[in-house]
């Protein structure tokens, strides 16, 4: 009885040495993020002054000459920036923060009307969704239904999917939808519960079954783009647009399913998008080519990997959003398996922020180094990504959460 007590007394401190660490850990992050994120305010405010286009305000990345590139809030990256100053008063509780995430988040208002893009989860829900489910008050949940509404005008019954892509000849595809769309649904399962309208959570279902059944190969890797034949919904062609190959693991599109999968779970408790959240990160986190920093190449299917690693581009963005999808995940299975995707999230968090955090002040003040956008276009290679500095706060306030 004296050695199990005993026994029990050292797993015990091991594990609260282990918590005790992750927490110290954590506050280090956030204590760094929030430096950087004072110098991003600043940075942005400096661009807009200096542009010449008065429509470029939200921040999006580091070009490779180290200057900043603001967009315009169309660009399917405008609402990452407010998301992340909710997500940093969040953290702190302090006014500085809130005032810059108000008055950076109406500037999307404009978007609950843009039918043109497939991306107002993104854009919308990241703000404005964020924003009304930190403050409950009603102006943010209005523009989250307003825009669901707009966006439930792009799901075709035919082919029971929301169009991503409009751009591109007939040749190219006639109805494209890609992996990364699933992390849109958010929007359209919040504004059925805010409204009590059943054809929001319809949709997004429809639209998640459907890419549960055609975007994924038998050993549960994703593609990035379906393309349907909106006639009848029958596929016409699976390709990876922005991989190296159509057959190739696209890592960030692995990790936009990991975590759109793990969210329709939470949403409707089906346990086929459970079960296809496990498979996906049980694929990924076997893969042979996994650095060991568990930060992945930009394509776990790149050639240049057996022969010149180093030389290989990361994808610290793809490595934030499965972290924080992990998290999540955590919270739906066993102890053993959450423990599991406890451990890996915690172990990138470790790495990004041992490793892939810039000097204070530097790099525009973003959060991250070492992003891929997309390759195949030679466009934001190896450069700091707004989304990845979002999904890295999303994971550190998980983490922390499941820490306290």
Not at 162 to 190: K, Y
């Amino acid at each position: 009885m004296k050695r199990f007590i005993s026994a029990c007394c050292i797993v015990w401190l091991s594990l609260a040495c282990t918590v005790k660490a992750q927490v110290q850990s954590n506050q280090e992050a956030w204590k760094a993020a929030e430096g950087q994120l004072r110098f991003l305010v600043e940075q942005t405010a400096q661009g807009r002054k200096l542009t010449t286009d008065k429509s470029k305000l939200m921040p999006r990345c580091v070009e490779k000459d180290g200057s900043l590139r603001l967009v315009g809030i169309g660009d399917w990256c405008s609402g990452f920036f407010a998301g992340e100053l909710w997500q940093m008063w969040q953290h702190t509780q302090e006014d500085f923060w809130r005032e810059l995430a108000v008055s950076n988040t109406w500037k999307l208002e404009d978007l609950k009307w843009n039918d043109s893009s497939h991306d107002l989860g993104f854009m919308v829900y990241n703000s404005f969704g964020k924003a009304y489910e930190l403050t409950g008050e009603r102006s943010y949940r209005d523009v989250v239904i307003q825009a669901a509404k707009t966006l439930a005008t792009r799901f075709d019954a035919n082919v029971g999917c929301i169009r991503s892509w409009t751009w591109g000849t007939p040749e190219r595809w006639q109805f494209a939808v890609i992996i990364d769309n699933m992390m849109n649904l958010e929007l359209l399962f919040q504004a059925s519960l805010l409204t009590g309208d059943q054809r929001f959570y319809d949709m997004a279902v429809s639209h998640a079954n459907q890419t549960l059944k055609n975007h994924f190969r038998d050993d549960f890797s994703s593609y990035h783009v379906v393309d349907y034949n909106p006639a009848d919904g029958s596929v016409i062609k699976r390709i990876t647009h922005q991989g190296i190959a159509d057959e190739s693991v696209w890592s960030r599109g692995q990790a936009w399913g990991l975590y759109g999968f793990t969210m329709c779970y939470r949403y409707t408790k089906d346990v086929r998008y459970l079960q296809q959240a496990q498979r996906i990160a049980r694929f990924f986190f076997t893969q042979n080519d996994l650095p060991a920093d568990l930060i992945p190449y930009w394509d776990m299917r790149d050639p240049a990997i057996a022969t010149k690693p180093a030389e290989v581009p990361r994808d610290a963005s793809a490595a934030a959003i499965f972290a924080s999808g992990l998290y999540e995940l955590a919270t739906y299975v066993g102890e053993a398996e959450a423990q599991h995707y406890r451990e890996i999230a915690d172990g990138i968090l470790q790495a990004l922020t041992a490793h892939y955090q810039p000097a204070p002040e530097t790099a525009q003040g973003f959060l991250l180094l070492h992003s891929t956008g997309n390759y195949p276009a030679n466009d934001e290679i190896d450069v700091p990504i707004i989304y990845a500095d979002y999904y890295y706060l999303e994971a550190l306030n998980r983490q922390d959460m499941l820490t306290k």
